[in-house]
C-alpha cells in the first residue's frame, strides 16, 4: 500500500470543561496533568452567555493535545475504561472520533484525592492519511481533496484493525 494513503492517528485532544474560572479549573488542570503526563492549556469563552454568566475570555476548561506515540499511548490507557466498545454515532463523517470518560480515577494507576474530587473529561481522536503538509504550510494553503480524506467507514475499520475497538450499533 501506498504510505501516503495510509491513515493513522494524527492527534488526540483531551477536553475537560468546568465552566468557570477559580479552583476548580486549576483541579482540573492538576488532573489533566496526571492523567497525560502534559502540562495543560486554559481553554477561553468567545461568546457571550448571559443566561450562565460567560462573558468573552473568560477560562471555562482546559485541554492537552498529544501527538505521535504519546496519542497512541493514551487511546490504549482510554479505550479498556469503555470496555474496547464505542457506539457508531461517536465517528463522524470527516473520520474523528470522540468519547468521554465519567471519572479519572479508571485510568491505571490513578486513586480517588478527596481534594481533588471527580472529573470527567471529553476525548477527541482525530485521523489523518499519511502527509497532511499541504493543510499547514505556510504558502498556497489548500484544503485536503475528497480522495484523500478519511470517511467513517475508513475510520471505523482503522480502530477495529488497530486498537481492536468494538463498534456498537
Do not use: W
Amino acid at each position: 500500500m501506498n504510505a501516503m494513503r495510509e491513515i493513522r492517528v494524527d492527534k488526540v485532544v483531551v477536553n475537560i470543561g468546568v465552566g468557570e474560572a477559580g479552583e476548580r479549573l486549576v483541579k482540573a488542570q492538576k488532573v489533566l496533568e496526571m492523567v497525560t503526563g502534559q502540562k495543560s492549556v486554559q481553554t477561553i469563552s468567545k461568546t457571550v452567555n448571559r443566561d450562565l454568566g460567560i462573558r468573552v475570555g473568560m477560562p471555562l476548561g482546559c485541554k492537552v493535545t498529544l501527538r505521535g506515540e504519546a496519542a497512541e499511548d493514551f487511546i490504549t490507557r482510554a479505550l479498556p475504561i469503555r470496555e474496547m466498545r464505542v457506539p457508531v454515532y461517536s465517528f463522524d463523517k470527516e473520520g474523528n472520533m470522540s468519547f468521554g470518560i465519567t471519572d479519572y480515577t479508571d485510568f491505571d494507576g490513578m486513586k480517588y484525592d478527596p481534594e481533588i474530587g471527580i472529573f470527567g473529561m471529553d476525548i477527541s481522536v482525530v485521523l489523518r492519511r499519511g502527509g497532511n503538509r499541504i493543510t499547514q504550510r505556510q504558502l498556497l494553503k489548500r484544503r485536503i481533496p475528497v480522495g484523500h480524506r478519511v470517511d467513517r467507514d475508513e475510520a471505523i475499520q482503522y480502530m477495529k484493525d488497530k486498537f481492536k475497538v468494538e463498534v456498537v450499533e
